[in-house]
């Protein structure tokens, strides 16, 4: 297994590590379960957010007395120095430990500068001086605010969607990147699911400096990451033809199922929704035409075209327009008209 310093943090890893969002839905055993089962298998870095509900806490419960043991990543979404702060001290309770590995600024809209009035770039350095933080980060899903905080140098990691649908801008930023000395951390590896090939995620991998964050929530997920420490996987003519063809069928206007653009006004279940015609291609499963799902996806008629999920998309889609594109498919699937 190869390994990555993420810049000038000085933080060497192995080039697999854990994305610990899903495990907020299992339970506390199974979570720890898994958590204590990634480092044994290899994995020594864990990225949480006060954002994803009671992550932290299962990572303080499975790594307590092991903090020197493992690398810890956490965010916060605060937009004052003061929420800053709160969260911070929580997330610091919440994992069992007095410092963070790295501490970002969660989904943002803006580069925070010293002196930009929002005091947030001095609240994270002042946490730095604390030694609460040992190392400054930062996530967005825009890749114009992306290319900003990478040309600031204010930063020591940025975290980003990358995986083998990355454009050429993406794939400049993570060059950037690393030019500059700044450690890339790759969410969103998989496309929000969409992916299925963990072969070919990961050999897409390798041929950049970036540190993969895997989202895991079953043992069989953590499985299938953890087998690729028994091999060396590399991009070969038959991984890059594969990339190529699933590359034209998922390109342009789709739906990463990353959710900021929730609560809809009118209770869409917008991210799996708007994506309903690549999941029940890609991942073939009877649940999807259950009555449940049916309801999930009907649901969609009562769109009212207010436009807040569009002004929430980080990626500036019509979701509107690509619900009722999914709705239309999945109702010629349902009459059968269209075979899956």
Known sequence: MREITLGKTGIRVPQNAFGALPIQRVDMNTAVRLLRGAYDGGMRFFDTARAYSDSEEKIGEAFMGMRDKIYISSKTMAKTPEKF???????????????LDIYQFHCVSQCYRPGDGTGMYEAMVEAK???KVRHIGITTHLIGVAEEIVESGLYETLQFPFCYLATDRDIKLVQAAEKADIGFIAMKGLSGGLLTDSTACMAFMSDYNVLPIWGIQRDEELAEWLS???KNVKMTDEIATFIEEDRKSLMGEFCRGCGYCAPCTVGIQINNCARMSQLIRRAPSANFLSEEWQGLMMKIE???DC???KTRCPYGLDIPTLLRKNLADYKDILAGRVTI
């Open 85 to 99: 702060r709160e969260d911070l001290e929580t997330t610091l309770r919440n994992l069992r430990t007095d410092y």
């Open 129 to 131: 001086e604390q030694g």
């Open 228 to 230: 690729f420490f028994d």
């Open 302 to 304: 009562e769109c009212v």
């Open 307 to 309: 436009g807040v999920c």
